[in-house]
């Protein structure tokens, strides 16, 4: 299980919009730069640890209106499948 | 200072004398949002009796006193209610964290059921359905799982005080040795008593204070030094989630000045989180002129995270002497040695000399480095730092191991003779008196205590004890390409701060047979998600080498000091893979 479903529709968002919000809210947390993160690689790479992972996991859901399991960035590690887990939250039903 | 327990009784009786002369006084808050409608959950200390007593019947049909009952609860006033209904029934709590996404710790928790021979488990209606999985899953069939916030299990009518004196078993404190070999540090009632009264006499409080904050149950920081306290002096702790404190740090000083906490605790890393994530604009919002006791405790104590937090939060009403850098461990109960009410007290020492063992002032132009001070070791505790090696007693300004003797040291490890003996029997050549070894490195300096860094190979990441065996073995089972030998090591962060190292950081060096370049890399990379999940840390550097690069003893034992050595002499830029 990886997410409790979506607190309410959001805009139309395209993958690829996604994934470069999604890449703004990570770049500070682990201290890279937007162009210095791969989509493909584990954020643990770049020094995901589990205080950042809640800190993040926290932005993440403010900023995209989702509601995050506590293991999801462990379940999906690189910014690429959390798009992906991001991207079927906003787009399906909201569930509970 | 007042004493809080006669001679004789044990913390049952304090708290039931408090129930009687101040049934309505406030005992415990759950903090459940943060701004001025943030939601919350209180007892009075008449309500936690009804519901103590109530755990306590349960107790009474299930357990004979002195057994161990194993309390696994999210940070809440239902977990406050079980571990004082333990204390009622005289059974022993053993708090370890509700089972979650890592296996290392699920299997921890069952290597402790092992050894402290738990046949009840005590959870509420939050975490039942992970505590009944986590016992399915290891086949703990020997125990059942109560739900303590659940109607009508007991009848609170049926409660009876059983007895208990200094001597009674209070708790088995799981926090020492590593996930295949728990140690569970014996605690009495005698120990949590004495310990309270050295932590009060070290403050100097004339009113005892409201506690509170984000430190977890199972740490004996949040445990021993914030809830028995509270429940011993009659004052009210006030208790909220360390996710919510890392999601949003301004809610934990939200709360301080909201709930009128006046003693909070917390590892250095929380007041370095809050200067980096606490918005500058909201600082205004928060007020701290009340919190007398800024506790920086169970990690590496650092002035420059003080002095910035100071700075940041003075307009909120932040005083610096408000900052308690305090030493202690679970062996001795968990307070030890800290010097209230005044500024931090720090020394800057030449770091040359201290690689040498002597602590001598920075001289100028040559490398220098600050060194906290944890107090005045306090009346009731004797202090001697000695040679590690031969056991004999240092002068002062002379660094070695810290060795304690009196009445918070701890009754040895749980049915564990060797270590118990290794541990809390040293003794100095000559002198038979016995004293605990705690294993860490530390310096007499003006009569204070200045604690250095540690002797054993416990890795101390964000106030958690962290065994480089277990790291090591979460790697070979995750990974099985690896070779037999791996040795897991921290070493100072990159930058330093002001002649201060910045805190740890953890490098995993690894054997393996693989000599593809592409397949090492993506090893290394996963090897860095397997510890991150596992352990909550992000390992700074992984290094891969052929059999044979990690050094070992003619009869097999694995040289980590001597392979931290090598990685730092190395220079260890780049060399990732």
Not at chain 2, 57 to 86: I, K, Q, T
Not at chain 2, 166 to 195: C, F, I, M, W
Not at chain 2, 321 to 340: I, M, N, Q
Not at chain 2, 373 to 400: F, H, K, M, W, Y
Request: proline residues 7%; contains cysteine; glycine residues 10%.
């Amino acid at each position: 299980m990886t997410t409790t479903g979506a607190r309410r529709p959001s805009d139309a968002t395209s993958a690829e919009q996604l994934l470069d919000r999604l890449t703004a809210v990570v770049s500070p947390h682990v201290k890279v730069p937007p162009t210095g993160l791969d989509p493909a690689v584990p954020l643990a790479e770049y020094g995901l640890d589990s205080v950042t992972a809640i800190a993040l996991a926290a932005e993440v859901e403010d900023e995209l209106g989702v509601v995050l399991a506590d293991d999801a960035l462990w379940e999906h590690p690189t910014l690429d499948e959390l798009a992906a887990l991001l991207e079927r939250e906003l787009s399906g039903p909201a569930s509970d | 200072m007042r004493e809080w327990i006669r001679g004789g009784t044990g913390v049952a009786e304090v708290v039931l004398g408090h129930v009687e002369r101040t049934p309505e006084a406030l005992a415990v808050v759950d903090v459940l949002g943060s701004g001025p409608d943030g939601p919350s959950a209180s007892w009075t200390y008449g309500d936690l009796h009804r519901r103590a007593a109530t755990v306590a019947a349960h107790l009474r049909e299930r357990c004979a006193p002195g057994d161990r009952v194993m309390l696994l609860y999210p940070v809440n006033r239902h977990f406050v209610a079980a571990f004082l209904g333990c204390l009622y029934a005289g059974v022993a709590a053993v708090v370890v964290p509700p089972p979650g996404g890592s296996q290392v710790q699920r299997r921890r928790a069952g290597a402790v059921v092992a050894d402290a021979g738990v046949r009840l488990a005590l959870t509420d209606s939050e975490s039942s359905r992970a505590v009944r999985d986590w016992v399915a899953e290891l086949r703990l069939s020997e125990v059942d799982v109560t739900v303590t916030d659940a109607r009508d299990y007991a009848d609170p009518a049926d409660w009876r005080l059983v007895r208990t004196d200094e001597d009674s078993l209070a708790l088995l404190q799981y926090t020492s040795g590593s996930t295949g070999s728990p140690k569970g540090v014996v605690v009495r009632h005698g120990h949590l008593a004495a310990n309270a009264r050295a932590f009060g006499a070290a403050l100097g409080w004339s009113t005892p204070p409201r506690f509170g904050g984000w430190i977890p149950m199972f740490h004996d920081m949040g445990l021993i030094m914030q809830l028995v306290p509270a429940l011993l002096a009659g004052t009210a702790d006030v208790l909220m989630t360390p996710t919510a404190f890392i999601r949003d740090p301004w809610s934990w000083l939200d709360a301080i000045g909201r709930y009128g906490i006046t003693c909070s605790a917390a590892p250095n890393f929380a007041y370095d989180l809050c200067v980096r994530r606490v918005d500058p604009e909201r600082v205004a919002e928060l007020d701290l002129s009340g919190w007398e006791y800024a506790i920086n405790a169970s990690e590496p104590v650092r002035m420059a995270t003080m002095t910035d937090f100071a700075k940041r939060f003075a307009a909120a009403g932040f005083r610096e002497r408000s900052f308690v850098p305090l030493y202690g461990l679970a062996e001795s109960t968990v307070f030890t040695s800290a010097t209230a009410d005044r500024a931090p007290q720090v020394v800057r020492v030449d770091d040359v000399a201290l690689g040498r063992g002597e602590f001598t002032a920075a001289r100028p132009g040559a490398p220098a480095r600050s060194v906290v001070s944890c107090g005045a070791p306090v009346s009731a505790a004797e202090v001697r730092v000695v040679d590690p090696d031969t056991g004999a007693p240092l002068p002062p300004n002379r660094v070695g191991e810290i060795w304690l003797r009196g009445d918070s040291v701890a009754g040895g490890y749980w049915l564990n003779e060797a270590e118990t003996a290794r541990v809390f029997r040293a003794s100095s050549p000559g002198d038979p008196t016995e004293f605990l070894r705690t294993g860490d490195l530390g310096v007499h300096h003006d009569g204070e205590l200045y604690v250095i860094g540690r002797l054993k190979e416990v890795l101390i990441v964000r106030g958690r004890n962290l065994y480089p065996q277990d790291v090591e073995h979460e790697l070979r089972a995750r990974h099985p390409e690896l070779g037999n030998v791996g040795a897991a090591f921290c070493v100072p962060a990159g930058g330093t701060t002001e002649g201060e190292p910045g805190p740890d950081e953890l490098v995993v060096a690894h054997e393996v047979r693989e000599t593809d370049p592409e397949r090492l890399a993506a090893l290394a990379v996963a090897m860095k998600v397997t510890v991150a999940r596992e352990f909550g840390v992000s390992a700074a550097d992984v290094v891969l080498v052929p059999p044979g690069g990690v050094p070992r003893t003619s009869s097999g034992k694995i040289q980590r000091s001597l392979m931290r050595e090598r990685y730092l002499a190395r220079g260890n830029a780049g060399e990732g893979e």
